[in-house]
């Protein structure tokens, strides 16, 4: 059998048990994503009502945010270059037996 890029046999079970974890992710995101846009639009609203206090406040939250930042880098670099790895054996994995075939 031939390997083809639109190969649907494998992808479509993967599909079906991921759907269930990307629908709960979704579900778990929501109310984030809609605190994070309200206070996004407080955020412009304080911003343009009182520029310098703004500048002030947002220099403070940077820098208080920016050892979080560093660790969550620090957390995510590791799991980055191992799915990159993989990712790219699996790549080669499929070219060397779609040109064996």
Aim: net charge positive.
């Amino acid at each position: 059998m031939k390997a083809t890029a639109n190969n649907t046999t494998t992808r479509n079970p993967v599909w079906l048990f991921a759907a269930p974890f990307v629908g709960l992710a979704y579900v778990l995101a929501a109310p984030v994503v809609g605190l994070v846009a309200l206070a996004w639009v407080a955020a412009k609203a304080f911003a343009a009502r009182w520029p310098k206090a703004a500048r002030v406040v947002k220099d403070v939250a940077l820098f208080f945010a920016a050892p979080f930042v560093g660790l969550a880098y620090a957390l995510a670099f590791p799991f980055v270059g191992v799915t990159v790895l993989a990712w790219r054996a699996v790549r080669a994995a499929h070219r060397r037996l779609a040109t064996a075939n």
